[in-house]
């Protein structure tokens, strides 16, 4: 049976209780939902059991070392590549990464730009030094001219994920999320918009091989239904 381990802002799961499966992979948390997914179709294709682990990029990167059990990690390419104390033997790409600014139900926005508007009081935010949405949105915030008015705003969470749960009970009035995140859980939000991707830093999606194990579980994601998976969470 899949187990699915989440990582939150202050616990890594240690690796004795998280690596039973026969494969086990990471990822970052704002890609949850598309890799849920895919390892789903891939154990009812296989039967093999996938665990999984979501988080921080940095705690799901300290996993992987401090285990050295796990197959292959998810992400943005750039921070995998400098990883420290990971040897990747491949990269496979999955898609661009796309930053939107979400809003709870009740706000409606209908430019990014609009987060400096009064009507806008609180403005989540995933960690700007370790997740890569959260860097997107500072670089936005700078390169667009608003930070000076949204600064103050900002309430700063842990991932992507989080910033999802805020605007989804109202405790913020918008959000920098990625689009995958923004798709997956649009029944609980009252819409969003893209950012300019000349205003932040290309970002590459790509999953990093650290392990034989995982190759049976690469070589379906290039498959047809796991692309199909891919590409409605919009890579």
Known sequence: ?????????????????SFAEDLVIGAGAGYRRPMAEAVAAYEAQSGKSVGEVYGNMGQVLGQARESGKMAMVCGDKAVLAKAEGLAFERFLPMGTGKLVVAFRKGVSLADPA??????????????????????????????AGLAAKVDPKLVTVATVPQVTAYLATGDVDAGFLNITDAIGAKDDLGGWVEVDPSLYQPIDITCGVLD????????????????EILHHYGL
């Open 212 to 227: 034989a194990s995982a190759e049976g579980f690469a070589a379906f994601l290039a498959t047809p239904p796991a692309q």
């Open 1 to 17: 049976m899949r187990k699915s381990l989440a990582i939150s802002a202050v616990l890594i799961l240690s690796a004795s209780a």
């Open 114 to 143: 609009k987060l400096a508007g009064d009507n806008i009081t609180k403005v989540g935010i995933p960690d700007e030094k370790s997740a890569i949405y959260g860097k997107a949105g500072r670089q936005y915030l700078d390169h």
